[in-house]
């Protein structure tokens, strides 16, 4: 039996070795082209009055002291600090610097104002004449 097993090993061994070779190949797809990069957006220098302007008018909303206000260049009708301060950087991304700091001067000033109010309001009650 020994003798037949060494017999039969050489063709089965091939066998495996051909029906190996004959399978299909393993085709590996190919990866994804990498994306360019998108071309960065040109950086616009930070206004300070903007960047105060933000700051007092989020003191402002968070003190429920954020007043309407008439601002012809946003709008005919009375409009909120935020709206005046969204038209000051939209001027400042416009590259229109005099008019976004002048607004943003607005904005900060109405807020300013605003707080006060809060604060020497802050403690009214009823009054009552004697």
């Not at 071309?39 to 003190?63: G, K, M, Q, S, Y």
Request: aromatic share 4%; glycine share 2%; charged share 25%.
């Amino acid at each position: 039996m020994h003798q037949n097993f060494k017999i039969l090993l050489p063709p089965l061994l091939l066998t495996v070795l051909l029906s190996a070779c004959a399978a299909p190949a393993v085709v590996e797809p190919e990866p994804a082209p990498i994306p360019e990069p998108l071309p960065e957006a040109p950086v616009i220098p930070e206004n300070p009055d903007i960047v105060e302007a933000r700051e007092l008018l989020a003191a402002a909303r968070a003190a429920d002291a954020e007043w309407l206000v008439l601002e012809p260049r946003v709008s005919d009708l009375p409009v909120s600090l935020r709206e005046i301060l969204r038209r000051s950087e939209q001027a400042q991304e416009e590259g229109d610097t005099a008019l976004a700091s002048e607004l943003a001067r607005k904005v900060s000033r109405m807020s300013r104002l605003g707080l006060e109010q809060m604060a020497e309001q802050s403690r009214a009650g009823p009054y009552y004449p004697q």
